[in-house]
């Protein structure tokens, strides 16, 4: 009967599914994308399967990047930069990724204790932007007339046309306080799915997964 059980036992683990998922641990830094390095580390089976899920990661990273980039255009993409031009003078469309992180930072403004963190301050930002560039500071009166256009109420948010529209059309915003965090929660949820057991730090975002299935750390 024992040899019987073993010979069964044996079997199931041949199986496909029966198998220990996670067994390796692997990592992998990313380069490129949010102007910091980003550090992967999982276990799962194989190289083959800790690249492909790499591979979907460093998909996702690029599509974001593109999207919350406010410093470049790209071609087809209504992005940061695209919004910041064009919706002082109509309602732009925009991805769903966008218009979340734009409503939750407009959301997380109107809570007590966060009324400091605003995306709207773009005016003010870029300012110091071109002075890094051009090594000439600002002058007062050009920081003073920037800071009259940094109200975030004036950011009008259609949630059934998924549309941005500038009430005060000189408004600019600038999303350098809050997309690392928006974006590692995105990366996080989409490594829950492809590699439980997984390690990932974006720009002093860590976010750790399960543990391995045999209690390695």
Same mark, same amino acid.
């Given at each position: 009967?024992k040899?019987?059980?073993?010979?069964?036992? @044996? +079997?199931?683990?041949?199986?496909?599914g029966?198998?220990a /998922?996670?067994?390796?641990?692997f990592?992998?830094n #990313?380069?490129?994308?949010?102007?910091t390095?980003?550090?992967l580390?999982g276990?799962?089976?194989s190289q083959?399967?800790?690249?492909?899920?790499?591979?979907?990661?460093?998909?996702?990273?690029? %599509?974001?990047h593109?999207? *919350?980039?406010?410093y470049?255009?790209?071609p087809? &993409?209504?992005n940061?930069?695209?919004v910041n031009?064009h919706a002082?003078?109509?309602?732009?469309q &925009?991805?769903a990724?966008?218009?979340?992180?734009l409503k939750k930072a407009?959301?997380l403004q109107?809570t007590p204790? %966060?009324e400091?963190?605003?995306?709207? +301050?773009?005016?003010?930002l870029i300012?110091?932007?071109? @002075?890094?560039?051009?090594?000439v500071?600002?002058?007062e009166? @050009?920081?003073?007339?920037?800071r009259?256009h940094?109200d975030?109420s /004036?950011?009008i948010?259609d $949630?059934?046309n998924s549309?941005? *529209? *500038?009430?005060?059309?000189?408004?600019?915003?600038d999303?350098g306080a809050?997309?690392?965090g %928006? &974006?590692?929660?995105? #990366?996080?949820t989409?490594?829950? $799915?492809? +590699?439980?057991? *997984?390690l #990932?730090s974006?720009?002093?975002?860590?976010? @750790?997964?399960?543990?391995?299935?045999?209690g390695?750390?």
């Amino acid at each position: 009967m024992k040899r019987l059980f073993s010979l069964l036992l @044996a +079997m199931l683990m041949l199986l496909p599914g029966c198998k220990a /998922q996670g067994e390796t641990k692997f990592s992998r830094n #990313i380069f490129g994308y949010f102007d910091t390095v980003i550090s992967l580390m999982g276990y799962t089976d194989s190289q083959e399967e800790f690249d492909r899920i790499c591979d979907e990661v460093t998909d996702r990273l690029r %599509y974001l990047h593109r999207l *919350f980039d406010g410093y470049n255009s790209y071609p087809g &993409v209504n992005n940061l930069w695209y919004v910041n031009r064009h919706a002082g003078s109509a309602p732009v469309q &925009v991805d769903a990724p966008l218009f979340s992180l734009l409503k939750k930072a407009k959301d997380l403004q109107a809570t007590p204790g %966060y009324e400091k963190v605003n995306i709207a +301050m773009g005016s003010v930002l870029i300012l110091w932007h071109n @002075a890094r560039e051009e090594g000439v500071l600002p002058s007062e009166s @050009a920081l003073e007339d920037a800071r009259l256009h940094t109200d975030l109420s /004036q950011v009008i948010l259609d $949630e059934e046309n998924s549309t941005v *529209f *500038f009430a005060d059309p000189h408004i600019r915003l600038d999303l350098g306080a809050v997309a690392k965090g %928006y &974006v590692a929660d995105c #990366i996080k949820t989409l490594l829950q $799915e492809k +590699m439980p057991s *997984f390690l #990932i730090s974006l720009g002093g975002n860590v976010y @750790a997964g399960e543990k391995p299935l045999d209690g390695r750390n």
